[in-house]
């Protein structure tokens, strides 16, 4: 499960840190106590920044990262497809295999295909998509997108 | 032999079932009719347990390495095989306990301690039956000591089925929670869920079914029943010993408390406060039964196989055969409903003023095993004004030539004392 | 092979371990170091279990028939030995729960609903320690939220013992329980049982001792320990799950209120009210986990024929080995007692700062089975701010070579994540 | 476990029905439901009667009979040995075979001794016989007896 790609996301993160932003939340993954803070700015329709802090095992640090690479810049309806995507992979078990319109959509993310196959670090791969969408959620309630 | 249509291939099932072989008095065959109290295991079942403690023991939930994620996968595969098995609406609405006495202490302890609209204090009121047994009496007489709350419930008819007459009297506005059993443990009689959960809706009471000798013979469907809980045991149902369910309605689970507090139901746990996990986990605290889970999980696919309906009829079939059969002896009286409409396959009587200890004892010399007593439901005795009963019970591997050598028994015992 | 003074002969007991013979990930022999979650079952309990369903199966305490006669037998031998296991004055303090952590809030919950001088209200107090198992705060925490009483609690030193020094502070007049834990199920500590009951005996207060982590490992002695409550679990003791243990003093649970209801545990129900039987069916509604206990018999049986005290002396020798060669892997830190005095052979650790799913992930793929997280003692992991350790635990099967395999796989885990 | 002895007993139970007494007790079998209302009257030292009403099995019915039978007419401390010896009886298991003192002491209640064979049926046996313990007890602090 440990992709090369995993492995560089983890090593250098891409966009940690938190920075301004419209909504924040914090997220516990209660069985191993991987934890995330996160927030989301919007330009509009647009998500301007994601940004982060947390602590955890390399699985939920690298998809914090692929996160942020494959989020930040683009429209909201497009990040949910792009969050969609990568639920659906990562709760496939081990049963699907990424093809090419699938690493259109995700990138770098298809390296998690392998971590399907473990229900225990599935929410770790998961934890920061779920923050993500947490954050959404309450930014849009405050009007802070179009 | 005696044929009736309806029969399962009895001879194929009980090979099944290993206990079934075993002689007892010095080589008599063992004629077991105390399902209700217990039923026997299958080789299906036992081979489940076996495969699980000598190839995937772990602790559940916790682990990453691999056979502690087979482990949690078997366990919560076997939450979906009951989920499935009482056509719940969801997985997460299955709770599993150790018993249908601590599903039933679940659902109390949760109205006791809950926030309204639930809870239950000293300004309402809780229904149950005369009917029921005492882990279904009990536990709401705790609460009702514990709480102040009014303990009402529904008598019982001359021919053993609970008297409806006056239920707009018994399930009033003040009504919290209404609890009754689906099939009688004592008289097996089978009760109208329709008619009390109309009444309980109106009021906006809550509904307990306790299906522990439903679940074990017949089609149990949570959502065509409309109730808010349901409980029922695994050992009655080909399952191991140490394992129950308690199926609750999500939104009800969402918002009730947990009882027992420890190790898997927290989501996050300081020494100042604690905050706890969805449920079905919530309410599962500690090591879960997990190889008890397994076995059940094994024991509901043992039975689908055969096909609920088929049991059911199966065991429709023996009950008019035994009610016939049985009402040939004399100075039988049967307590309860003396006909085979509307009844499960658990038959009590007395014997003309023969002790229900001394039938069962003169019985089991002939290797029949059957129980007497007031079979944990004494409001039952007390109702019929005898002490106890004979309690004969069915179940798919019962034949009828069980049935022939009770009634040839009980002919044996008449004499014996006579 | 690695040789130390008082090992037991691992190769014979090791055949007795169906699962010890898996392979994991392609012919990998499995390196299970995961026994403080659960404990691996001999095959003589698995026969006990088999033989238990296939010949003797039926509900205990009501049948007068053959089998009913054994499976009673049975189920209240495995109390006489449960009993002789711990030293109990009486065989009636046994209490069958379905797991430790039933059995902590057995206690918790008797105390909130006794009568004086027992009951737990607003003006009284709780005391418990900062290094407990989730199973021994939560029941507490739960009471002190439902009671209004304070809960407290001794703090952890550096180096993983029970800071004792407040203890005046701590255990009060106003102090009702004490319940602490022998051993940590997340460090090893052995915690100094003496001064704590001398203290709570001064004041009056009750002692409520999780061994949950001791009875596996140590001769359990509950009259030299002096407590008046003992918890423990029997998956943990190569017993069966489903099963767990609560001893209490004769004369408290005799005065102390029932906690589930039930069948079994009546002496006598109507309507209107209920007497309880005595302890301790009084404290086991419904049908207990009949099997399970005749498991954890055998459990018992077959930890004492190889001696408890050799037990203890084996994994002091693995233990020792085991913490003077994970101090020689770079990086490594111990959480806890970082010698091998006062402790079990329970070690957590953490590498660098490689997160702890990483490393127990990546041992998994050589076969090493070890346990990583908060190991349901979250307090332990906040108190040395940090998120989860990896923890490796070592049982009567445990072997040098095994520790072996450890070191070598975190040297790998190291180089994997340079 | 059905001996001649117990069926005769049970048929045509000696002593049977409520008289006065000193002191009055009323104990049930919780398994199975057996109940006595056992009164004592004691003369002095001496039991002048031993009354009861119950309803049980053969088993319970048959051995208050024997004990009416045994104890009514003994002094006290006699009778407490024929209670402690028929206690003895009951509790072993199927693995005491009475002999002549035995039976010098217990008479028809060594009719009992296969009764000990069935754990369930022991109570029922010795349901009568500390129903009489306890009304002995209650007798005594009340003063009744010498
Ligand atoms: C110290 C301690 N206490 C309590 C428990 C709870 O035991 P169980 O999960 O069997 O209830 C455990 C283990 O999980 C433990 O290690
Ligand atoms: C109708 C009914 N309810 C509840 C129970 C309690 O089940 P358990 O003893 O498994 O808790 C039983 C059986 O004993 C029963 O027949």
Redesign the interface.
């Known amino acids: 499960m440990y992709q090369e790609v995993i492995l560089d996301h983890y090593k250098h993160p891409h966009g940690r840190g938190l920075r301004d932003g419209d909504a924040e939340v914090h997220h516990v993954n209660p069985t191993c106590g991987d934890e995330i803070t996160l927030r989301v700015r919007y330009d509009g329709e647009t998500i301007a920044d994601v940004s982060y802090e947390g602590q955890g095992c390399s699985i939920s640090q690298a998809s914090a990262s692929v996160l942020n690479d494959l989020l930040v810049g683009k429209e909201l309806g497009e990040a949910q497809k792009i969050q969609a995507a990568f639920l659906e992979l990562m709760q496939s078990k081990g049963q699907l295999e990424p093809d090419d319109a699938m690493e259109e959509v995700l990138e770098d993310a298809v390296a998690f295909a392998g971590v399907s196959k473990y229900p225990a670090r599935v929410k770790c791969a998961l934890l920061s998509w779920m923050a993500w969408k947490d954050a959404t959620a309450q930014a849009l309630s405050e009007g802070k997108t179009a | 032999m005696t044929y009736l249509p309806g029969l399962l291939d009895t001879e194929a099932i009980r090979k099944d079932f ?2 079934l072989d ?1 002689t ?2 010095d080589g008599k065959k ?1 004629v ?1 009719l ?1 399902s209700a ?2 039923s ?2 299958p080789r299906q079942v ?1 081979d489940a ?2 495969e699980y ?7 559940v ?9 087979e482990a ?2 078997l366990y919560e595969g076997a939450r979906d095989k009951v989920a499935a098995f009482i056509n719940a609406p969801s997985r997460d609405e299955v709770i599993f306990t ?5 599903s ?2 679940l659902v ?1 302890n949760m109205l006791g ?1 809950a926030d309204e609209p639930y809870r239950v204090d000293h300004e309402t009121e809780i229904v149950t039956t ?1 009917m029921e ?7 709401w ?2 609460l009702s000591q ?1 709480t102040g709350a009014k ?1 009402k ?1 529904f008598g019982i008819t001359d021919d053993g089925r609970l008297d409806l007459s006056n239920i707009d009297e018994i399930i009033t506005e003040k009504t919290k929670i209404v609890s009754f059993t689906l099939v009688s443990n004592i008289m097996g009689t089978h009760n109208p869920v329709e008619q009390i959960v109309r009444r309980a809706q109106e009021v906006g009471a809550l509904v307990c079914v306790d299906a522990s000798q439903a679940a074990p013979h017949m089609v149990l469907d949570v959502q065509a029943l409309q109730a808010d809980f349901v409980a029922f ?1 695994g ?1 009655k149902m080909v399952g ?5 369910v308690l199926w609750g309605r999500q939104e009800l689970l969402e918002d009730l408390p ?1 009882f ?12 100042h ?2 905050t706890y ?1 969805p449920a079905p986990h919530k309410f599962e ?8 889970a397994v076995g059940l999980g094994a024991a509901v696919d043992y039975l689908s196989a055969i096909g609920m309906e088929n049991i059911h009829r199966h065991e429709q079939a023996i009950t008019a055969y035994a009610v016939k059969r049985l009402l040939e002896v004399p100075d039988l009286r049967i307590i309860g409903p003396a006909s085979a409409e509307d009844r499960g396959a658990t038959i009590s009587f007395t014997l003309g003023d023969i ?4 039938v ?5 010399e002939q290797g ?9 439901a ?2 039952v ?2 109702r019929y004004g005898i ?2 009963t004979t309690r004969a019970s069915f179940y798919l591997y019962s034949t009828p030539a069980e049935v022939d050598a009770l009634v040839d028994g009980l002919e044996h015992v008449r004499n ?2 006579a």
Chains 1, 4 share one sequence.
């Not at chain 2, 403690?53 to 602790?59: G, I, K, P």
């Not at chain 2, 027992?260 to 020494?271: A, D, K, P, Q």
């Not at chain 2, 002790?355 to 001394?358: A, F, L, M």
């Open positions: 290993p206990l075993r007892v008095h063992v077991y105390d109290a217990t026997q295991k036992l347990l076996n403690y000598e190839r995937h023991n772990a602790n939930h916790r682990g990453v390495y691999t056979i502690a994620e949690t996968a150790k018993n249908a006495s601590e039933l202490n109390a301690w005369e047994h005492h882990s279904n009496i009990v536990p007489q705790l514990r303990l419930w045991t050992h191991p010993t140490g394992i129950g947990p027992l507090g420890g190790g898997e139901m927290i989501e996050t746990v300081s020494m406060s604690s996990a605290a500690g090591t879960p039964p997990i190889a008890q002790h229900p200890h001394d069962g004892q003169v019985l089991d029949i095993a059957v129980r007497v007593g007031h079979h944990c004494r409001p005795c007390l002490p106890a014996f004392f």
